[in-house]
């Protein structure tokens, strides 16, 4: 995928907002504060995996790959989303960037949902590891390519 037509995918735009909020929550936090700090620099290195990672899963056919991104997207955007609580037990004054933040998670949740229902399950290898199969296939199951016989016509009879 070329980076104009990622770059316009509403995903990729609305994790590109998302950091930039959390940007703004960071430079917000009081400097003497060590949790809030701890909290924001955690939400902060979720934010910047997310616009990667979707770049990661678009770059790519295989639905093992693709899922593999997406199940660490929605668990950093998860991250993020909880992480407002921490400010909220601290006191954070600017309240109004956490809604606002949150609303934007959820915004990209749905965006989310929707877009890994186009990924292709019929495109893939078998997950050895059993986490990222597509619905009925095992991680133990007979590769189907390795039943395929194949007589190479380039080898040279004795």
Same mark, same amino acid.
């Given at each position: 995928?070329?980076k104009?037509?990622?770059?316009?995918m509403?995903?990729?735009?609305?994790?590109?907002e /998302?950091?930039? /909020?959390?940007? %703004?929550?960071?430079?917000?936090? @009081?400097e003497?504060?060590?949790?809030?700090? &701890?909290?924001a620099?955690?939400?902060?290195? =979720?934010? +910047?995996?997310?616009? *990667?990672?979707? &770049?990661? &899963?678009?770059?790519?056919? +295989? !639905?093992?790959?693709?899922?593999?991104?997406?199940a /660490?997207? %929605?668990?950093?955007? %998860?991250?993020?989303?909880?992480?407002?609580?921490?400010?909220?037990?601290?006191? $954070?004054?600017?309240?109004? !960037? +956490?809604?606002?933040?949150?609303?934007?998670?959820?915004?990209?949740?749905v965006?989310?949902?929707e877009?890994?229902q186009?990924?292709?399950?019929?495109?893939?290898?078998? =997950?050895?590891?059993g +986490?990222?199969?597509p @619905?009925?296939v095992k991680?133990?199951?007979?590769d189907?390519?390795d039943?395929? *016989? $194949?007589?190479n016509? $380039?080898d040279e009879e004795?």
């Open positions: 995928m070329n104009d037509k990622l770059e316009r509403p995903l990729y735009q609305k994790a590109m /998302i950091l930039e /909020i959390v940007v %703004r929550i960071k430079q917000l936090v @009081p003497d504060n060590e949790f809030t700090i &701890a909290v620099q955690n939400m902060y290195t =979720d934010a +910047l995996q997310l616009a *990667p990672k979707i &770049a990661g &899963a678009e770059g790519v056919e +295989l !639905y093992d790959i693709k899922m593999e991104n997406a /660490i997207i %929605r668990k950093c955007a %998860r991250e993020i989303f909880v992480g407002c609580n921490g400010f909220i037990m601290e006191g $954070f004054k600017e309240l109004e !960037y +956490l809604e606002m933040l949150r609303a934007e998670v959820e915004e990209f949740r965006l989310f949902a877009w890994v186009t990924f292709d399950q019929w495109n893939y290898i078998i =997950d050895r590891w +986490l990222f199969n @619905p009925g991680y133990d199951d007979v189907p390519d039943n395929i *016989p $194949f007589d016509p $380039f004795d």
